[in-house]
Structures are given as structure tokens and as C-alpha cells.
T-cell receptor, first 112, second 108 residues
Framework: DGGITQSPKYLFRKEGQNVTLSCEQN?????MYWYRQDPGQGLRLIYY???????QKGDIAEGYSVSREKKESFPLTVTSAQKNPTAFYLC???????????FGEGSRLTVL | KNEVEQSPQNLTAQEGEFITINCSYS?????LHWLQQHPGGGIVSLFM???GKKKHGRLIATINIQEKHSSLHITASHPRDSAVYIC??????????FGTGTSLTVIP
């Protein structure tokens, strides 16, 4: 079945550590996105990529980094520079800009 | 000011009731999306519509482009409909404004 797979589902990290969240899709979608979700707020865009080897900063990119070396994969690294990283992270993809969004199950990061 | 406003924020209904969730937006759009987020956190796309009405099972979505307003209706609500419903509109071609969501609880 086609879809988006995020891992890990839950992740605990100590302050000062970098962590990488995985996002893989087999939908053959060009566009991929990373969103952050905090209680009471709408989804906020961290980074997006429209094509391999190209990505753009979203509204809250500071403290995060991404890569897009393969069409199927769009990993997100939460660096130690991110001041408040505890949140729920969602990866999504779409076939075309502004098209139907397909989401992964999310990764919940907790900083201890 | 939020570009996408949803109401109500929270909604509790008895099983079988007809439910309406509203979404108003302030930007020009090509299409509006309705999403459903289950308690586990995963999100699924319910509708993408640019005009008129769409129906899928017990769910109906309508949009009025002139009034910049969309509604999501659930007929004969069921406890499994309990979820957060999110409205989203695209902008700049590849980004979206998201509403903060409507949390629906359907009581048996």
C-alpha cells in the first residue's frame, strides 16, 4: 500500500543532542513537507521540498535542517539550536503544489 | 489575525446528531482542504474542493467562494467520528494556512 512512513513514533532526547526524524514515501510525490504541531495551534511549516536536492525554509525553520537526496526520503534533523523542540512532528507529501496532502502518523519528540 | 478561522473549537454531540463545523478564510484560494486528525495523531485528507459541494459517505463539505466560507457536515454522527477536524487553504503555490482545528467528541 502506498503511503508515508515516519519513524520513530516516540523519541526522547536530552538537551544539547541532535535527533533525526525519518520520513519515507512511496507515492511518487514530488512535494514533501515537515510540520510542527503544538497544542492549541495550527500546523506550522518547518521546511518543504518540491524536488530532489532542493528545499525551502518554512515559517519556523530555525534550529532545524533537512535533506532531499532521494525523491522518497525527506529526513528532518532537530538540532540543539532549537530552543523548544518538544512537539509533535508531521511529514506530508502531495503530487502537485496545493494538491491533496498525505500525512504520516507523526513523531512525538520530548526533550528531557 | 489568522487567515483561517474555525468554529466551534470544541464540539460534543450525541450519537446520531447532525454536526456542522465551519471554516472562514481571508485569502484568495484555488481550493480548500478538510483534514481529520485521529487521537493517535495521524492526519487524513477528507476533501479538497474549489466550488459547490462534495459528499463521501456521511460526510458533506460545502464551499462558498464569494463569502470565503466552507462547512463540513456529518450526518448520523457516530463515536468513531470523534477526532479533530482541520481546515486548510493553500497559498504561494506550495504552502498552506491551517486552522487550529475543531475537536469533536461523539457520545454513545
Amino acid at each position: 500500500d502506498g503511503g508515508i512512513t515516519q519513524s520513530p513514533k516516540y523519541l526522547f532526547r536530552k538537551e544539547g543532542q541532535n535527533v533525526t526524524l525519518s520520513c519515507e514515501q512511496n507515492l511518487n510525490h514530488d512535494a514533501m513537507y515537515w510540520y510542527r504541531q503544538d497544542p492549541g495551534q495550527g500546523l506550522r511549516l518547518i521546511y518543504y521540498s518540491q524536488i530532489v536536492n532542493d528545499f525551502q525554509k518554512g515559517d519556523i525553520a530555525e534550529g532545524y535542517s533537512v535533506s532531499r537526496e532521494k525523491k522518497e526520503s525527506f529526513p528532518l534533523t532537530v538540532t540543539s539550536a532549537q530552543k523548544n523542540p518538544t512537539a509533535f512532528y508531521l511529514c506530508a507529501s502531495s503530487r502537485r503544489p496545493s494538491g491533496e496532502l498525505f500525512f504520516g502518523e507523526g513523531s512525538r519528540l520530548t526533550v528531557l | 489575525k489568522n487567515e483561517v478561522e474555525q468554529s466551534p473549537q470544541n464540539l460534543t454531540a450525541q450519537e446520531g446528531e447532525f454536526i456542522t463545523i465551519n471554516c472562514s478564510y481571508s485569502v484568495g484560494i484555488s481550493a480548500l482542504h478538510w483534514l481529520q486528525q485521529h487521537p493517535g495523531g495521524g492526519i487524513v485528507s477528507l476533501f479538497m474542493l474549489s466550488s459547490g459541494k462534495k459528499k463521501h459517505g456521511r460526510l458533506i463539505a460545502t464551499i462558498n467562494i464569494q463569502e470565503k466560507h466552507s462547512s463540513l457536515h456529518i450526518t448520523a454522527s457516530h463515536p468513531r467520528d470523534s477526532a479533530v477536524y482541520i481546515c486548510a487553504v493553500p497559498y504561494t503555490g506550495n504552502q498552506f494556512y491551517f486552522g487550529t482545528g475543531t475537536s469533536l467528541t461523539v457520545i454513545p
